[in-house]
Nanobody, 113 residues
Framework: VQLVESGGGLVKPGGSLTLTCVASGFPFRDSGMSWYRQRPGEGRELIAQIGNLGMTSDYADSVKGRFLILRNNGKNTLYLQMSDLRPEDTAVYFC???????WGRGIQVTVSS
């Protein structure tokens, strides 16, 4: 199993960024997926999850209305569209296969002026 995140970086407050997670080694279209983040000095926080067909999703209150989780089963790819970014969104972001301990290595997102 491999999950590879990309698309992180430095963005100014109020800006937008899209994270991508490319999956391989398992039946992606059969798996629910999630995005987590870990802020400096804190544990990992579940921020968004999506069903295997992409028809259901759920968000943490901290990102609801600003982040959007999407998937393309034809490309084995998970996305996290982030908008109206705030300094408190600064974290390492991870994608994860639900119900398994399959994690990506994480990607840094820094929101700073």
């Amino acid at each position: 199993v491999q999950l590879v995140e990309s698309g992180g970086g430095l963005v100014k407050p109020g800006g937008s960024l899209t994270l991508t997670c490319v999956a391989s080694g398992f039946p992606f279209r059969d798996s629910g997926m999630s995005w987590y983040r870990q802020r400096p000095g804190e544990g990992r926080e579940l921020i968004a999850q999506i069903g295997n067909l992409g028809m259901t999703s759920d968000y943490a209150d901290s990102v609801k209305g600003r982040f959007l989780i999407l998937r393309n089963n034809g490309k084995n790819t998970l996305y996290l569209q982030m908008s109206d970014l705030r300094p408190e969104d600064t974290a390492v972001y991870f994608c994860k296969r639900n119900q398994y301990q399959d994690w990506g290595r994480g990607i840094q997102v820094t929101v700073s002026s």
